[in-house]
């Protein structure tokens, strides 16, 4: 599909179409290419990891919160992209409407507490729960996946556990196709595969 700002995006499965209000706020005039952006995006996610991670070893953060996912999803994109860190709010095909997002993630948040809480579920399974809900409440205009995956590897690291092996972004097409069907599959319920697969 064509975008607004005559950017060639690659529209692969399960990749979010940005709507014309969010495709205006690219801040980097260099960025001409698909190359270009994938590049301007991996340097402020590599960054925001660092930061993320200092964060963590200090113990100043609490990963599963509003607060810090808006701010680590500010971290990973905010050197590129104007809408950083703010909830979209415009409908998507994934997604919740966007009047539900702040509620949504109210209850998954604590729903999280509750899980550890209660010891409903293994650390993995609750870093895989809170990875498919994120992605699937969708809260941003772009960059749900990336920021989600790094959410789950953040939690499992402020607990001590070692991160899931998909890293912030599976480039490899087959690798990107399989995490699209396992996450599509988490949607109907049926968690297993796709906790299997962040181990694998
Ligand atoms: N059916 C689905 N249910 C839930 N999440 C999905 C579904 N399809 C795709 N996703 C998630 O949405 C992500 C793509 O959304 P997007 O905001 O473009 O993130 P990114 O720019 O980081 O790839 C995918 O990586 C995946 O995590
Ligand atoms: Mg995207």
Known sequence: MADPQGF??????????LGPD?????????????????DAE?????????WAAREIRK?????????????LHARMFGEVWEWAGRFRLTERNIGVAPHQIAMQLR????????????GAYLLDEQAARLHHQLTYIHPFPN???????????LFLQSHGAQPFT???????????????????????????????????
Request: proline share 4%; with cysteine; aromatic share 10%.
């Open 166 to 200: 998909w890293g912030p972004a599976p480039h490899d097409q087959r690798v990107r196709q399989r995490y699209l069907e396992l996450v599509r599959q988490a949607d109907t319920g049926d968690l297993e595969p796709l906790l299997r697969f962040v181990r694998s």
């Open 143 to 153: 960059g749900n996946g990336r920021c989600s995956r790094v959410m789950a590897d």
């Open 22 to 38: 969010e495709a205006r706020g690219l801040k980097l005039s260099w960025v001409a290419t698909r190359g270009d952006l994938n």
């Open 59 to 71: 113990k100043r953060v609490v990963v599963s919160s509003e607060d810090f996912l808006r701010q």
């Open 107 to 118: 209850q998954l948040f604590d729903n999280v507490g509750a899980w550890q809480e209660f």
């Open 8 to 17: 060639d995006f690659q529209l692969d499965d399960g990749q979010t179409p």
């Open 42 to 50: 991996g340097a402020n996610i590599f960054t925001a990891m660092r």
